[in-house]
């Protein structure tokens, strides 16, 4: 028997993620919303019987056992702290909270449930031309790991911003081209299993208004993102991210690795191989998978829904198991809630930086871990 399914959230990745749940068997009991109207418009659209605006009662519900938390980010720790004290299994959205005090609540308490599924969405670990560029890295392909010299990512995609302003147009609200720069660097350590000491970087608001968004407020959450990592080995990792490529839809991704012995490259799906000596590229992987359901009508990028739908079939293979009620092997890939705190230090170290125009050292934070008392106290603090 698959876990019963609560949802927290009414944006684009709730209207992605109900469709893929049901297509892999698990039931979807309960939809949360910011408001009742947005929480009974989604639950409508997306046949889901049980609909609120309030935290505990999708959380209290006896036939909700995993909970999926893909609504604003300035929510992810105190629905993850709560749902984990209570028994809950937790897959939490990207970012893991605003800073890195809500990722430690979040880490501290999956430490104190170690019994209990807590991951971030981190969907690129499971997309297959990644999870074979993985493979290619370890059996090195192009080289030894410790001789990987460069990575060198671009993304281009559409406007990041609603037709109406919500959290995603606020830069203090976790909104804007950072939210998907956690991704990469998650991507970055999954890929090459180092983390950065120091990174420089530059953001840029450059879309102030939208014909819909045109009065008092401004949008205030960068749509521009360029920024140098320096790994632990002396690698170097250079991102440029935008959000200015017309028409809204369009995506495109390109990740290098260069290594001693060539160089692993994927483009959008796709992984290539060219090695010393190679006249032009191989194809190592290419992506041929179509999706089974509709999201012709999704701003989200198909590469992030395919790895969603991978790692989603994931944990149905996880909760899958007869000997136990889930097993680790599975989803032992997926980002951790301390995955989910390193992101935050290099995403405020690039915010840093931005500010001074230098280079900046990564620092985890250093505040004493919370015990068992000081979580409870803070999940019914989270409820008053």
């Known amino acids: 028997m698959l876990p019963g399914v609560g949802v927290f959230g009414t944006g684009e990745i709730a209207n992605v993620l109900v469709p893929l749940l049901r297509e892999k068997g698990f039931e979807v009991r309960a939809i949360w919303g910011r408001t009742l109207k947005e929480a009974k418009e989604t639950a409508t659209a997306q046949n889901v019987s049980f609909h609120t605006n309030v935290i505990d009662d999708v959380l209290l519900r006896k036939d909700v056992d995993l909970v999926f938390i893909v609504c604003q980010p300035f929510?992810?720790?105190e629905i993850s702290v709560k749902a984990l004290g209570i028994g809950k299994h937790?897959?939490?959205d990207k970012p893991a909270g605003l800073h890195q005090q809500d990722a430690l609540k979040m880490v501290r308490a999956s430490q104190y449930y170690p019994t209990l599924i807590s991951l971030v969405n981190h969907p690129l670990r499971f997309l297959p031309a990644f999870t074979h560029m993985r493979r290619c890295l370890?059996?090195?392909?192009?080289?030894?790991?410790?001789?990987v010299v460069l990575m060198d990512v671009r993304v281009q995609m559409g406007t990041l911003f609603p037709e109406k302003y919500n959290w995603m147009c606020d830069a203090q609200m976790g909104g804007g081209a950072l939210n998907l720069v956690g991704s990469v660097v998650d991507l970055v350590t999954f890929l090459l299993q180092q983390q950065a000491v120091r990174v420089h970087g530059v953001l840029r608001a450059y879309t102030k208004t939208t014909p819909a968004i045109n009065g008092i407020r401004q949008i205030t959450a960068p749509d521009?993102?360029?920024?140098?990592?320096?790994?632990?080995?002396?690698?170097?990792?250079?991102?440029a991210l935008h959000s200015h490529t017309v028409p809204a839809k369009a995506f495109s991704q390109e990740v290098l690795v260069?290594?001693?012995?060539?160089?692993?490259?994927?483009?959008?799906?796709?992984?290539?191989?060219?090695?010393e000596g190679q006249p032009k590229e191989e194809a190592v992987y290419v992506d041929v998978q179509d999706l089974h359901f509709a999201t012709n009508n999704s701003l989200l990028p198909r590469p992030y829904i395919k790895g969603l739908c991978k790692m989603v079939g994931a944990l149905k293979e996880a909760f899958g198991s007869k000997e136990s009620s889930w097993v680790?092997?599975?989803?032992?890939?997926?980002?951790?809630?301390?995955?989910g705190l390193y992101v935050q230090a290099v995403v405020e170290a690039i915010r840093k930086s931005n500010e001074s125009r230098q280079w900046q050292r990564v620092q985890l934070s250093t505040d004493a871990p919370l015990n068992h008392d000081q979580i409870i106290r803070y999940a019914r603090m989270s409820t008053m």
């Open 328 to 339: 680790k092997a599975p989803v032992s890939t997926a980002a951790t809630f301390e995955d």
């Open 90 to 92: 937790v897959v939490c």
């Open 75 to 77: 929510l992810h720790a």
């Open 258 to 275: 260069y290594g001693s012995k060539g160089h692993l490259v994927v483009r959008g799906g796709d992984l290539f191989v060219l090695k």
């Open 138 to 147: 370890q059996e090195e392909l192009i080289g030894p790991l410790p001789e």
């Open 224 to 239: 521009f993102c360029n920024f140098q990592m320096e790994l632990a080995s002396g690698t170097l990792v250079t991102v």
